[in-house]
C-alpha cells in the first residue's frame, strides 16, 4: 500500500467529468511497484448544499471549485482500508468534513484520520451509503438517485481498466485481474470477500434495480451495461461456492 500524503498533493489526473447531473468524476494515477496504475474519485451532491466525496484525490484549484460547486464538502467516504492515501491531506484542507468508513476499515483509516462513522449518516433521501455484504464489512459503495437513473459507485469489488497507461499498469491489471478485456472481480479484492454468495445477491440486487445507468468504479471507466456485468459477475461468484 503506498503511503498516505501528509499534504495536498495533486498527482498525474484526467478531467473532471459530469457524469449525471449532481455527480461528477475524475481519473487519475498512482504510483504503485511496477508503475502508475489508475485510481478514481467521485463527488456527488448531496442536499443542503453539500456534497460527498467517496476516494478522494487531491485536485488543483480550478477543479476544486468544480467540486466545491456542487456544495460544501461535507462526507469523505473512504470506501475500503487501502483507499486512505489522500485522507489527512482532504481532512486538513476541510477540517469540518466527517469520515465515513465500513466497519471493516475502521482500525487502518483510524490510523490516519478520525472516523466519524461507519454507517449511512449523509442525511439524504436520494444518496445511500452501505456496507457491502460478504466483504468482511470491508468494502463500501453508495448508491445515487437521479431522475435520469441510478448510479453505484463501488470501490475495490469490481475493475474495469480497459485503458491501463504505460507497460507497469498494463502488466499489474492483467496480473491482479482488473479488467482489461471487461470487468472483473480483481483477485486482491477477493482476500475481502468471505462469503462470495452474499456478495453475488448484493450484485444480482443491484441489477434488479429498474433505472440502473452506471456503474462506477475506483479502478477503471465507468460500466454503462450494469445489469449485465453484474449478473455476470454474481453468476461468476456462485460458480466459486462449494
Known sequence: MPKTFDHWTVLPHGPLQQIDDGILTVAGDI????????????????????CAIFSAIALPDEELAQVEALGRPDVMIVPNPAHRLDAHSWKEMYPGIRVITPPGARAAVSEVVPVDATSDELYDPEVHFRV??????????????RRSGVTIICNDIIGHVRHPHGVGAHVMARLFGYGV??????????????????LAAQLHEWARIPELKRVIVSHGDPITNPAETLDRLAAELESTVH
Open 31 to 50: 504510483r504503485m511497484p511496477l508503475g502508475n496504475f489508475p485510481r478514481r474519485m467521485t463527488a456527488v451532491r448531496l442536499s443542503g448544499g453539500r
Open 132 to 145: 457491502v455484504p460478504g466483504t468482511d464489512d470491508a468494502e463500501s459503495a453508495l448508491t445515487v438517485h
Open 181 to 198: 478485456t471487461r470487468p472483473s472481480v480483481p483477485r486482491t479484492a477477493r482476500r475481502h470477500i468471505k462469503e462470495p454468495a452474499a
